[in-house]
């Protein structure tokens, strides 16, 4: 079955702080993406990432940076010198072949503390 | 360029009562999907639509149903409200079943 688990339900840091939020997922499609969305306390939902299966570049976007591997079928966050502004809560999703429904954990709540 | 719209913001609704939400998007999007999402929790589909005229059951689908007759709108109607269906409700929509889905801002349902 399709599954995505986010092992950690709150991580609180202080502000400056690396935090990595972690992402394992189960699929048996050899085709298929992954997202991270972010859920600020306002409560809307922002795209932050989408990566394919077949490719395993890591990407970097500012203080942003996401490792995806393959061999231990996980999609990991990382947001270097945290900030207040990046307490929400952090999905990470999973869209396989077919009509891109998506399969979301039960997310990690980060709080960034000043 | 509004994106993705929903109405209402919020809404109380007797047992037994029944409504529609309402989602409306204008990027001419193909894909639209309906979400729930319960308190601490992730997302769990309840429909989805690939193309006007076209809709399919998701994860959680009981209770609900869905029409699509034009490419922006795509409503979800709530039958006979239980306090079961006490959640959040997002909308969201895509170019393609590849691309990121963008999402409304939520509508949050009481049912008591």
């Known amino acids: 079955a399709q599954k995505v688990t986010q092992a950690q339900t709150e991580i609180s840091v202080v502000e400056k702080e690396d935090v990595t939020l972690d992402c394992v997922y189960e699929t048996r499609d050899t085709t298929y993406y992954l997202f991270w969305y972010k859920q600020p306390p306002s409560g809307e939902l922002v795209f932050l990432i989408r990566?394919?299966?077949?490719?395993?570049q890591n990407e970097i976007s500012g203080r942003y940076s996401w490792n995806f591997q393959k061999s231990t079928s996980s999609f990991n966050f990382t947001i270097t010198a945290s900030q207040v502004v990046d307490s929400a809560v952090y999905f990470c999703?999973?869209?396989?072949?077919?009509?891109?429904?998506?399969?979301f954990g039960q997310g990690t709540e980060l709080s960034v503390k000043p | 360029n509004a994106g993705v719209t929903q109405t209402p913001k919020f809404r109380i609704l007797k047992i037994g009562q029944s409504m529609t939400l309402q989602c409306a998007q204008d990027?001419?999007?193909?894909?639209m999907y309906w979400y729930r999402q319960d308190p601490g929790m992730g997302l769990k589909l309840i429909y989805y639509s690939v193309g006007a005229g076209i809709t399919d059951k998701g994860e959680v689908p009981n209770g609900y149903n869905v029409s699509r007759s034009t490419t922006e709108d795509f409503p979800l109607r709530l039958e006979l409200a239980a306090p079961s269906q006490t959640s959040v409700y997002f909308c969201?929509?895509?170019?393609?079943?590849?691309?990121?889905?963008?999402f409304g801002p939520g509508t949050r349902l009481t049912v008591t």
């Open positions: 990566r394919n299966s077949f490719d395993e």
């Open positions: 990027m001419n999007h193909n894909y």
């Open positions: 999703a999973l869209s396989e072949e077919g009509p891109g429904k998506l399969i």
């Open positions: 969201a929509s895509s170019y393609s079943r590849y691309d990121e889905q963008y």
